[in-house]
């Protein structure tokens, strides 16, 4: 018999949590069953998009012991990271401006959580004679929401992401596989999970809002719970390495790097947390830069000044794609037809073909600039939405 308390590992699991700097700590079984049909549905229509590996790994990512032998727990964790000073509202109101995701203006969460969720492994193990586990942030087929949702850490929103009424959206997660047979979270959250996949109507503290579904400037979330990555402006400025689909050009602003406009939305992130973790804060100026300053960068100065960063795994190439779009989506300028027109001399056909269309844009503006204003205002109406929600909403952030 097992001379192991799990009860009292259980609570010193969730202490050296805490003190490893996780906002919360949570524990599921492995059993998501109940997802899997939903993640076949998902693929078969393809709303994957390019990212093959999601389609290649198949009902692995809703079979955890599939992927770690043994696995018979899953420990999930939250980590906050919403930088101080966050100026959502400020810098989409700017259309001159860079609008880089929150989550990616600081260091690579990757490695930071990869880390603690190793040091909590080496921690357990320290009072497990036996005991084995792996740790996992993104880096793996993983569904970890669902796991999140049945370990307490909140709820998967409409938008898919998981929401918290004490902390908002603003949160990465991470998990420990492990196979001892440690107590199962017991909250509003996990309760509500069990209950949701054993009902055909799926209920929540989202309750009748669909927010974020009207505000998506390109209607990717195509019904509540169900995103198509292809119409994404997260998905196509950053796991997409393709040219960008032209009839979504128009609508994406300024925004390249990422999309936050569904979280910015969401009512329950005026309970947000700022993080703590000082890796999260803005960097290298990313939070208030000019479109054309990021776009005279050179490729070893992209390099170099991104060391750390998850924007660097992207590409030079992208990293230009995204400014170039947004360059032509900004208001006429004789500086940026310039920077435009010189940059083609560099760039392979690729970059030259969002180029051409972003002088395209410009040259239309110039034309008729009434005209093309009026029908700007049409494309960011949305946007326009979105930043007076956030400047009475979100006032600390805005």
């Excluded at 059993?31 to 693929?43: C, I, N, P, Q």
């Excluded at 198949?58 to 992927?67: I, N, S, T, V, Y």
């Excluded at 966050?86 to 995701?101: E, H, P, R």
Aim: proline share 4%; with cysteine.
């Amino acid at each position: 018999m097992s001379l192991i308390n799990y009860q009292e590992l259980l609570e010193k699991i969730k202490f050296w949590g805490k003190e490893l700097g996780f906002s919360d700590v949570g524990i599921s079984d492995i059993d998501l069953s109940a997802h899997e049909s939903v993640l076949e549905r998902w693929l078969a229509n393809n709303y994957h998009g390019n990212m093959d590996y999601m389609a290649r790994h198949g009902l692995m990512r809703a079979r955890p012991a599939e992927l770690v032998p043994g696995t018979i727990r899953v420990i999930s964790v939250r980590l906050d990271y919403l930088p101080h000073n966050a100026q959502f509202a400020s810098i989409l109101k700017d259309k001159n401006k860079a609008y880089i995701s929150r989550y990616a203006l600081g260091r690579d969460y990757h490695k930071l959580m990869r880390k603690r969720l190793q040091q909590l492994g080496q921690k357990i193990a320290e009072h497990c004679s036996d005991f084995n586990y792996r740790p996992f942030v993104d880096s793996a087929p993983v569904m970890e929401r669902p796991l999140a949702e049945k370990a307490g850490l909140g709820w998967a929103g409409k938008h898919t992401l998981l929401i918290n009424k004490k902390a908002g959206s603003w949160f990465f997660l991470g998990e420990l596989f492990v196979d001892i047979p440690l107590p199962l979270t017991d909250n509003e959250y996990s309760k509500k999970a069990i209950e949701n996949t054993t009902t055909e109507s799926k209920t929540n503290d989202c309750g009748t809002c669909v927010a974020c579904i009207k505000i998506c400037p390109t209607k990717a979330i195509v019904e509540p719970y169900t995103v198509d990555a292809r119409r994404c402006i997260s998905y196509f400025t950053i796991e997409s390495p393709d040219a960008i689909p032209e009839e979504l050009r128009p609508l994406m602003g300024n925004r390249i790097y990422g999309c936050d406009d569904c979280q910015l939305i969401c009512p329950w992130n005026k309970y947000a947390q700022l993080s703590l973790v000082d890796d999260f804060q803005a960097r290298n100026n990313l939070d208030d830069s000019s479109l054309l300053t990021l776009f005279a960068w050179s490729e070893e100065y992209f390099l170099n000044t991104l060391q750390g960063s998850p924007i660097r795994r992207i590409g030079f190439q992208s990293w230009l794609r995204n400014i170039a779009v947004a360059l032509g989506n900004a208001p006429y300028s004789d500086i940026i037809v310039t920077a435009l027109t010189e940059k083609l001399t560099e760039v392979n056909e690729f970059l030259a073909e969002h180029i051409n269309w972003a002088l395209a844009q410009q040259d239309h503006k110039k034309m008729l600039s009434e005209q093309a204003g009026a029908e700007q205002e049409k494309n960011h109406r949305l946007t326009l939405r979105l930043i007076r929600s956030v400047e009475k909403g979100l006032t600390r952030d805005a």
